[in-house]
């Protein structure tokens, strides 16, 4: 009787303790600085929480989902309330705590884009049983995302035959959203050039506008021979969003 007592006992005290581990809710997204937030068409955003006293990874995943509500992101009033992350992309996980835990939570976005892929974090206190749900975690996203189109890497080009060629990138929000002349994210209002660096030593800079949709050329007359370096740049004065890549090529007599 008295060994049945002392299992009954420590029965008891194991259910106690598995009791403790409540089950808390984060949720996480990312937001494109001045824009929408970065979902599945730009391949999310790789999120990482860590435990941020000895840096283990507690959970780790991609924002799923799509940009949001522009109307409500974009153009409407904004309140110390309003919540704004209708349809918009986000991670969840769920941590088991027995005790409040300090958690640093990190991203890295767009995914999808290395070339302008930004790393953000913040960190926050979680505790048992209280969830970070609803809006949850916010990060914001700063800069564009610049892909360079033309001159393809080590393309060449000769002075005689080739005396100009245009220059060519791809330039979006880091959520995917377009550029355009009049529109509501205004190519006239971003300042886009390439720096030029012939030999390493720099040479010019010249501006670019916008052609179509999120594409800005320049043409470009080839006065000098050998290795061409084009750093594209671009920034909004407004905002100091800003996006660099670069685009190499060879130009010979």
């Not at 600085?33 to 995943?61: H, P, Q, V, W, Y």
């Not at 050039?193 to 470009?220: C, D, P």
């Amino acid at each position: 009787m008295k060994k049945l007592l002392i299992i009954v006992f420590l029965f008891s005290c194991f259910i106690s303790l598995a009791q403790e581990d409540k089950r808390t809710k984060i949720i996480v997204r990312t937001k494109a600085k001045d824009a929408k937030f970065i979902g599945t068409s730009m391949g999310g955003s790789m999120i990482i929480l860590r435990d941020a006293l000895t840096d283990e990874i507690l959970a780790k995943g991609l924002t799923n989902g799509g940009t949001g509500n522009t109307d409500l992101i974009m153009n409407a009033p904004v309140e110390r309330t309003t919540d704004i992350t209708e349809g918009s992309a986000y991670y969840e996980a769920s941590l088991y705590l027995s005790k409040p835990k300090f958690i640093t939570v990190q991203a890295l976005s767009p995914v999808n884009h290395e070339e302008s892929r930004v790393f953000a974090q913040t960190q926050v206190w979680m505790i048992p049983g209280k969830h970070m749900d609803a809006a949850g975690i916010v990060l914001d996203i700063p800069g564009f995302v610049v892909e360079g189109l033309y001159p393809q890497t080590h393309q060449g080009f000769s002075i005689e035959t080739d005396k100009t060629i245009e220059l060519k990138v791809n330039l979006v929000m880091m959520c995917g959203c377009p550029i355009t002349k009049g529109g509501l994210w205004d190519s006239e209002e971003i300042e886009v050039e390439g720096m030029i660096y012939v030999n390493g030593a720099y040479w010019k800079t010249i501006s670019m506008s916008i052609a179509e949709t999120n594409t800005f050329t320049a043409a470009l007359t080839l006065e000098k021979t050998g290795s061409h370096e084009v750093i594209i740049t671009a920034y909004h004065p407004r905002t100091k969003n800003t996006g660099v890549d670069q685009l190499n090529f060879r130009v010979s007599n």
